[in-house]
């Protein structure tokens, strides 16, 4: 099973990204995937996730309504479009998938992550 992120890149303040994770080996189609990112010399945190059926999303408080959180499941692929992006969202951006409970914003519930893209925004 592999997780393929990839969208990341540099970016000023005020721009936007669209980060996708490609999911082979296994299909996720009916599973919840999310978005967690880790900044340097912090722990993981939660971002977004999405269950199959595309029902009301999770979102951490500090990007709601700046990103969004999307699947394609005949693709086994999950995005996240993030817009008005900060200085404060540079970080590593995993996506993982099928965690223990649906829609879990806990790091620890999620079985298989990817490898993560590498975002940074300059001011």
């Known amino acids: 099973v592999q997780l393929q992120a990839s969208g990341g890149g540099l970016v000023q303040a005020g721009g936007s990204l669209r980060l996708s994770c490609a999911a082979s080996?296994?299909?996720?189609?009916?599973?919840?995937m999310g978005w967690f990112r880790q900044a340097p010399g912090k722990e993981r945190e939660f971002v977004a996730a999405a269950t199959w059926s595309g029902g009301p999303a999770p979102y951490a408080d500090s990007v709601k309504g700046r990103f969004t959180i999307s699947r394609d499941n005949a693709k086994n692929t999950v995005y996240l479009q993030m817009n008005r992006l900060e200085v404060e969202d540079t970080a590593v951006y995993h996506c993982a998938a099928e965690p223990r409970r649906p829609l879990s914003t806990m790091t620890s519930e999620y079985v298989y992550w990817g490898q993560g893209t590498l975002v940074t925004v300059s001011s």
């Open positions: 080996g296994r299909s996720f189609s009916r599973k919840t």
